[in-house]
């Protein structure tokens, strides 16, 4: 998502998280990226998963493999 569009590319997933600023945006599943500016609330769902809410309003449910990153954040969101 961006903005109010949507791009389908096909490139893995680990490409795109090299070529992104680590400060800015956080992989939080395997099919997911976010940029942390753009967090507006996380709830804690279950055991290492979240679900996070982008300005936006859209939904993206953490992977359990990506709770520490979200932790992480979450302790130190500056």
Excluded: C
Excluded at 32 to 58: F, M, P
């Amino acid at each position: 998502h961006a903005g109010p569009a949507s791009h389908l590319v096909h490139v893995s997933m680990n490409s795109i998280e090299a070529a992104l600023d680590p400060d800015s945006f956080l992989r939080v599943h395997r099919s997911h990226i976010v940029n942390v500016t753009r967090i507006k609330q996380v709830w804690s769902v279950a055991r290492g998963q979240y679900v996070i809410e982008l300005a936006s309003g859209a939904r993206v449910p953490s992977g359990r493999t990506y709770g520490d990153r979200v932790r992480e954040l979450l302790a130190n969101p500056f």
